[in-house]
């Protein structure tokens, strides 16, 4: 699964100045059980998260799975260090966060039962926003990819 890029661009750049954190989120609809049939066919499932930013801001992410009723039953996170840009606003280099992680059988079971999952992230720029580089935050964008890969046991 590859959500869209989250361009975090906004039509007023002074907009900028009104938060303290930009939180992004986007909403997964899925169902594993939808795909294997009984939950002891599923041995293990292993999550793997990438996240690019170009701001010159932390960013934290995760991915959150809830179940059917909405509560929160798992999740994951992420922290991820800001890029190095120079005086001219220009990206010199782009933070490259990558997660993976294995859950164990008492975990994917939980997984297993969950409706759905929220990538989010939250921009931290209330301590790095300033007057020198106010207008080079529309150029900078923050992508995220979010992969599973699930261990399946079961005869023919």
């Known amino acids: 699964i590859q959500p869209p890029d989250a361009n975090l661009w906004l039509p007023d750049t002074l907009s900028w100045l009104k938060y303290e954190n930009r939180d992004l989120a986007i909403s997964v609809n899925y169902s594993i059980s939808d795909l294997i049939d009984e939950p002891e066919y599923l041995k293990s499932l292993e999550i793997h998260l990438e996240i690019w930013n ?23 996170n992420l922290d991820c260090l800001q890029s190095e840009v120079n005086d001219s606003g220009d990206v ?16 994917t079971a939980k997984i297993y039962h969950s409706e759905y999952f929220i990538v989010n992230g939250r921009l931290e720029i209330a301590s790095v926003i300033d007057s020198s580089n106010l207008y080079y935050f529309n150029r900078y964008s923050v992508k995220a990819r979010l992969s599973f890969k699930a261990e399946l046991d079961f005869d023919f």
């Open 92 to 107: 010199i280099k782009e933070f490259h966060g990558d997660f993976r992680e294995k859950f164990d059988p008492e975990r």
């Open 54 to 76: 170009q701001f010159p801001a932390s960013v934290l992410s995760g991915v959150d799975f809830y179940n059917a009723a909405g509560e929160k039953i798992d999740s994951i």
